[in-house]
């Protein structure tokens, strides 16, 4: 019976822990995408996981600890080798994907894009990194529009959703394919070109169903 207790109170307090967890980090997250927005009048853009990402990921983490919690608690299981091994060793393979969806990040900068990870130490990648742009129509609303830029070695810069307020990128790329150059938003004509081009119209219908390659000055 002592046993059964232990279980319980372990697991009571992981749920619990990590209900906290969560909720900080929601809390935080939002915050932090609230400040990013502010950042934008310096001409920095940071792609953040959805809120919705995080809630979900957030669920699929206390599935297994609620579980097993709810099996010593109400079923009387004491220790179980199997199924409290397994259910901690499910609880942190999600955890990864819930640390990917809060602390992961693209920056958007004139200089170019920086990106961060989880478990990973962040890169920079400069704007005449980007060798390779391309288009990919979602097939539903849940599985939404993604554009996705390359070095010219072929590593993955940065992806993301047109609809993420991140046209600043692709209006940059489309000056650098229409003037063989990448924009200086320094001066006054190449912010404004930039700035007017930061939609869907200006910017989607110039890469998609086209194959865009050889941006690239450097290789990264």
């Not at 940071?46 to 010593?72: M, Q």
């Not at 179980?80 to 809060?102: G, K, N, P, R, S």
């Not at 920079?124 to 996705?148: E, H, M, R, W």
Request: net charge negative.
């Amino acid at each position: 019976m002592m046993i059964t207790y232990t279980m319980i109170a372990l697991w009571g307090v992981i749920c619990i822990g990590l209900l906290y967890r969560f909720c900080r980090s929601a809390i935080v997250h939002e915050m932090s995408r609230r400040h990013d927005k502010k950042l934008r009048a310096e001409n920095i853009y940071i792609i953040r996981g959805k809120l919705r990402s995080v809630i979900l990921t957030s669920a699929a983490v206390l599935v297994f600890p609620v579980a097993i919690f709810l099996a010593h608690l109400l079923g009387g299981m004491g220790f179980h080798l199997f199924f409290d091994i397994a259910a901690f060793c499910a609880m942190c393979i999600a955890m990864y994907f819930f640390c990917e969806a809060v602390e992961g990040y693209s920056e958007i900068s004139p200089e170019g894009i920086e990106r961060g990870e989880s478990f990973t130490d962040t890169v920079f990648y400069p704007l005449n990194a980007i060798d390779a742009v391309s288009y990919k129509q979602g097939s539903s609303g849940s599985d939404p529009d993604t554009v996705t830029f390359k070095t010219k070695s072929g590593k993955t810069i940065t992806d993301f959703s047109p609809g993420d307020d991140c046209y600043f990128l692709l209006a940059m790329t489309r000056f650098r394919i229409e003037n063989d150059r990448w924009p200086d938003v320094q001066k006054p004509k190449d912010d404004i070109q930039v700035k007017a081009w930061m939609n869907w119209n200006s910017t989607i219908p110039h890469i998609r169903d086209k194959e865009i390659t050889g941006l690239a000055e450097v290789d990264m």
